[in-house]
């Protein structure tokens, strides 16, 4: 008989329905989860000082449970705010650092500074923001556009309602929805993407890209293997223009305001000035000094691109979410050490899969019944057997071995 796993989250704030969300958290309107309320903050260019970062740790550590997150796609969250304590932290949030709001347009936080880049995107962002804000209002809360300039770091596990990916220099693949990309010069991109979101924001709300141009061939979608080698194949050491920065992992996107705030102090004594936030919850550190990633790894962050926790994507779980039905992150902790190289594991709290969206090549999905395994797919999908935690281990062996 499967022993089923404690909700922890349950117990101690109640019920709360496991339908999927229709909003996105934000610095003021944070969304209610298992363990409390959760805010995300947007930072303007995605650059962070050490003075901010630390100060933002000590305000989720007075206002919260201090944990702080950075998010699949570069964004900051901060876990286990009350009602009463979420209000004075956005003030204080929003008195020390730029937030950005309205129309989601993601870039590489190495734009304009990387060498390796076919353009920059920032201009056509700025551009394509500017042009959207009289209707971005309208526009529903997970209506995204991603501006893909090429470079060293791959923006293609994003999903998006529309991508804008460089070809050349006055020249882009634009994909609307589901559709097929579709060449384009940078006025005629620009005037698509405005185009689409102007229906959007006229149909309402709950409209999507999808819905106008559906997903024809589910095989255009970026495959395990090739997810499982954007995040396997990273650098220990990114060029800029003038100099280099170096990309260090929070484990399963999360860590302690007091391991922060320590790194924080490490960096300033390292002379860093600019924290970039990344995608695949990474933090950017700027001409940092091997002393200064030493200490990092002493703390407890991911500083080699081949830890395999880097391919393991694990959401809180029922450790802070009313919906998970298993401690996902310590499950993946234990399961890291046995995954194969360029092979990607995805444990999940539940179905609704937030912490990797996309298909993994193992998925781990909590249910009533017990944890779901899933081959080359989400954790939506039919599991193929239930497994116990006693179970897991061998599973995961097995699945890869037969690969």
């Known amino acids: 008989m499967i022993e089923r796993p404690v909700n922890h989250a349950h117990a101690i704030f109640g019920p709360q329905s496991s339908a999927r969300r229709g909003a996105c958290p934000t610095l003021d309107a944070p969304m209610r989860t298992g363990d409390g309320l959760l805010a995300r903050i947007r930072v303007v260019g995605s650059v962070i000082s050490p003075d901010q970062l630390s100060g933002l740790a000590e305000l989720a550590t007075e206002h919260g449970n201090g944990l702080v997150e950075v998010t699949a796609r570069g964004n900051l969250q901060v876990r286990g705010l009350r009602p009463e304590t979420a209000p004075p932290f956005a003030t204080a949030v929003a008195r020390l650092l730029t937030v950005e709001t309205g129309l989601v347009v993601d870039t590489s936080p190495l734009a304009g500074l990387d060498p390796h880049e076919i353009i920059d995107p920032a201009p056509l962002a700025r551009q394509l923001r500017a ?6 209002a309208r526009l529903g809360p997970k209506v995204s556009v991603v501006v893909d300039g090429g ?13 804008l990916t460089a070809l050349g220099k006055d020249h882009w693949a634009v994909a609307l929805g589901g559709g ?10 620009l005037a698509a993407a405005i185009a689409l979101l102007g229906a959007l924001a006229a ?16 095989r255009a979608e970026p495959s395990p293997a090739v997810l499982a080698r954007s ?25 302690h305001g007091a391991i922060l705030i320590a790194l924080m102090e490490a960096a300033q004594i390292d002379g ?14 700027d001409n940092a000094s091997p002393a200064l990633i030493r200490r990092a790894a002493a703390l407890g962050f991911i500083t080699d691109p081949g830890d395999p926790r880097r391919r393991v994507s694990a959401c809180i779980g029922n450790q802070g979410c009313a919906s998970g039905h298993i401690a996902a992150r310590d499950i993946a902790a234990r399961l890291a050490p046995q995954l194969h190289a360029h092979q990607q594991l995805h444990v999940s709290g539940c179905a609704k899969g937030c912490a990797h969206p ?32 006693a179970a897991l281990a061998a599973a995961l062996v097995s699945s890869q071995d037969r690969r």
């Open 272 to 285: 860093i000035t600019n924290i970039r936030l990344a995608p695949d919850h990474c933090l950017l550190l």
């Open 231 to 255: 995040l396997a194949d990273g650098a220990d050491r990114l060029r800029l223009r003038d100099g280099h920065t170096i990309p260090i992992a929070l484990p399963f996107g999360q860590v």
């Open 131 to 136: 042009d959207a804000a009289p209707f971005a």
């Open 203 to 218: 149909i309402g709300p709950e409209a999507r890209a999808t819905d106008l141009f559906p997903v024809r061939d589910a």
């Open 151 to 163: 470079g060293q770091i791959s923006l293609a596990t994003f999903k998006a309602d529309i991508r």
């Open 358 to 389: 996309r298909p993994a090549h193992v998925t781990l999905v909590g249910t009533a019944d017990g944890i779901g395994l899933v081959i080359n797919g989400r954790a939506g999908d039919t599991p193929e057997q239930f497994l116990d935690e």
């Open 180 to 189: 097929k990309p579709q060449q384009m010069d940078t006025d005629s991109a």
